[in-house]
């Protein structure tokens, strides 16, 4: 946390697997007042884009193993750095990211390095998460190139995630907080924001 002009601003990672509503959070929270949101996602198809032009958000999603390169990875790291320095002390700094994804031949982990953690010095993480057939739902529903789960793939895509959000906190010794994202989109924003805008200006 950052105290300026007796304001305080958080830097929170907010975090859960595909298809468990963090997008449409951190679009919500970037309409916030006093809120500036990072799309991971969106920043590591823009550098897989520059080495394949015509490459789909789609594609990236579907082939992840093909098209995003450790270096990509490292590359969206820095921009992510070069964000939160650029706006932590105006406003409060949300981070919509994952370090599991799901791949066609099982589940690939890419998660901070302790010195981008360090560096980050997220004040704290949020995670969200459903039930196991919500994601398989939404994820049949609108695949945008998602691979398709099975209800124990569910299940195990959200242990993951939780377990990388889990020693995130452990290792920063920061607070983590679990939202249940099964709810109108709405209500998930009033949730993240009685957690950190209330306590943050």
Request: aromatic content about 10%; overall charge neutral; charged content about 25%.
């Amino acid at each position: 946390m950052n105290i300026l002009k007796d304001k305080i601003y958080e830097v929170v990672l907010l975090t859960g697997t595909a298809a468990v509503g963090k997008s449409t959070l951190s679009r919500k929270i970037g309409k916030t007042h006093n809120f500036k949101a990072f799309e991971y996602g969106d920043e590591l198809f823009n550098q897989a884009a520059q080495k394949h032009p015509e490459i789909t958000h789609s594609e990236t999603r579907s082939h992840s193993e093909i098209y995003i390169s450790d270096k990509d990875v490292r590359n969206t790291d820095e921009a992510l750095q070069l964000f939160i320095k650029e706006f932590r002390n105006e406003y409060n700094v949300v981070i919509d990211s994952h370090a599991v994804s799901k791949e066609s031949y099982g589940f690939r982990s890419e998660p901070f390095a302790l010195g981008q953690l360090q560096r980050a010095n997220f004040s704290r993480i949020v995670c969200l998460y459903c039930e196991p057939n919500v994601i398989v739902e939404r994820t049949k529903n609108n695949p945008e190139g998602r691979p398709a789960l099975t209800i124990k793939e569910a299940e195990f895509y959200q242990s993951l995630q939780s377990s990388v959000a889990i020693t995130y906190s452990t290792i920063l010794g920061v607070p983590l907080h679990f939202i249940n994202s099964n709810t109108n989109p709405d209500d998930v924003l009033k949730k993240f924001l009685s957690i950190v805008g209330s306590k943050s200006h």
